[in-house]
């Protein structure tokens, strides 16, 4: 039985996602939506056509499939074989009406503002019979209100994992790995490096950068139009450098004893918005003493090749499955993504 | 409430595991045995005491501790303050029968011959009523036994975590970590460092490495005198460089679906008998194929200055604390290491 995965956001991260989960014999995508609409198709829609796709998610869906579908008279389509393509003003809320019988939810949306995914949850958790919501949020204010969803999950027999994406997620995680061999741990330092050829496609990614960086906001960011966000990289030749980010790295590893204080973790990194090379390696450094009393520094790298889309979706998907692990379980809640590993899906 | 942990084993990983446990305030040490003894103090034992001792456990305890106790008929001490200090024909039988009520046993047995572990497990799942056992258990065919106890677990109730030490431990679940940014893992390669100054202190894990060595075995290192291995060590100055090792971390990442065959994954490394300082850094490799088709490689590299001990015992104690999870939520069988993510033990 392959797992029903629904994608909330078809932007960039989104779209790769879609890729990903159709190279994946454990995965179905059964429904996705984005601010404008939502397809849904229990029987699995056309992960490659979304991944290809650009702008408008029900409109760039391959015709075929609105062909066999045939008009509906609120200029959506519904067919035989259960496809729904439909604009809606609250896809979200249409998803929820009409989106099946999904085992898990994967947000690739913009957090703008901070509150907006944390509300988003909790509509699933007290939707749905028991959900499994997974997120690549990365502000530390974001994931906290994520943590004050745990009652809430526990109620409606949900799974929510939280901060599942690369920093935090797969960087955190490895950081937790790391803290094994020591005592005390001094100091996590994660450093990112991230290249993207057309920034277009990154959108809101950029933007939420652009919000770490000193006099601006997520409100001022998300307030830029898209002129601004260009006259803004073009004072810097493209290239953003950000440092004592407002990542939720800290909450995470304070949250499972890694560190005792938030100030203990720093991220930062580098993001060139036109090339696809990496400026600067990732890397996730945490030193620490061990019980002989001696300092050392573990270390985990990330391959230059790997893009963003791939640290942050690929881990996303291994929670998801450890999500479903959890929820068949019996174990609710809200979890971040220090407390588990993520599973391998196949 | 203090986790009660005993440690079955009083080598060099064995004490170290003692003085580990000494310096977290959530664990409790409770029992320990070697090959011809056993110590019990339901109120805790005295970890420093443990870890500075040498030779004998029972003989090595501190005096103090014997003489509020007093001598007992069976040439042992029982006291008022419950401690147990005997030598024993069946140590592990009488730690089963008068080790009290304890939540984990941690495994620092040498595993010579390669069943010995896995009887010992069995034993302990079968006698007790539902018991948390942790292995750092490093061959191939020893973590395959291991596995074979899954029915006696479950019916146990209880909670195995085999090969959850360094490597397997430690690096293989950095390698599950790892392979999330990848669609197809190619290659998984861990290269270990080791260096002990006073081998003697190691001579179990020394024997056991000599048995990767081509033309040893099992049981031709076991047979070994002291005397052979200071001649067999003497001819490398020290040095033990070994390929090709049967080490479980390709079965546990091929269980996890990391790998499709064992033979993706490779072990080697260099252990130095004569110095503390590593001859080698401890790697693990990781390379794959992204959704992208990119191949790249991710590493997860330890600090030189971390010895073997801090490797191997910081991990399982973090994976004894999971287990105890495990446990506490229902969760029975046997595990690998590459299946959770290991906790911090406070």
């Not at 998300?222 to 004592?244: D, I, P, R």
Request: glycine share 10%; with cysteine; charged share 20%.
């Amino acid at each position: 039985m392959r797992m029903k995965v629904a994608v909330l956001g078809a932007g960039g991260l989104g779209r790769a996602a879609c890729r990903i989960i159709g190279m994946k014999r454990e995965l179905r995508l059964t429904a996705i939506c984005d601010s404008k609409g939502l397809l849904v198709d229990p029987g699995g829609l056309d992960c490659e056509a979304l991944a290809c796709g650009s702008g408008d998610v029900v409109l760039s869906y391959p015709r075929r499939a609105h062909e066999t579908a045939g008009p509906h008279a609120d200029g959506g389509v519904a067919t035989a074989t259960a496809l729904l393509a439909r604009h809606s003003e609250d896809p979200l809320g249409e998803l929820l009406e009409h989106g099946g019988d999904v085992d898990a939810w994967l947000v690739t949306l913009p957090n703008m503002p901070n509150e907006f995914i944390p509300g988003v949850a909790r509509r699933f958790v007290q939707a749905t019979d028991g959900a499994v919501f997974v997120d690549v949020l990365k502000r530390t204010a974001a994931v906290e209100q994520m943590f004050a969803l745990e009652d809430a999950a526990k109620a409606s027999r949900s799974v929510v994992l939280t901060g599942c994406g690369a920093t935090p997620g797969l960087l955190t995680a490895a950081a937790v790995l790391a803290a094994q061999s020591f005592i005390e741990v001094e100091r996590v330092d994660i450093w990112w490096g991230v290249g993207v050829a057309n920034w277009e496609a990154y959108k809101a990614t950029i933007r939420e950068d652009i919000a770490h960086v000193p006099g601006y906001s997520v409100e001022r960011a998300k307030a830029m139009s898209e002129a601004e966000v260009e006259a803004f990289l073009e004072k810097t030749g493209g290239l953003l450098e950000l440092h004592h980010m407002e990542h939720a790295d800290d909450v995470l590893l304070q949250r499972v004893g890694v560190v005792q204080s938030p100030e203990q973790v720093e991220v930062g990194g580098v993001m060139d918005t036109r090339h696809a090379k990496k400026p600067v390696s990732t890397t996730m450094t945490l030193t620490g003493i061990t019980f002989e009393g001696k300092r050392a520094t573990h270390r985990f790298l990330l391959g230059d090749e790997t893009t963003m889309a791939a640290n942050v979706i690929g881990p996303a998907l291994g929670y998801l499955k450890r999500g479903v692990w959890l929820r068949e379980h019996g174990i609710y809640g809200v979890f971040g993504s220090t407390e588990f590993l993520p599973m391998v899906v196949r």
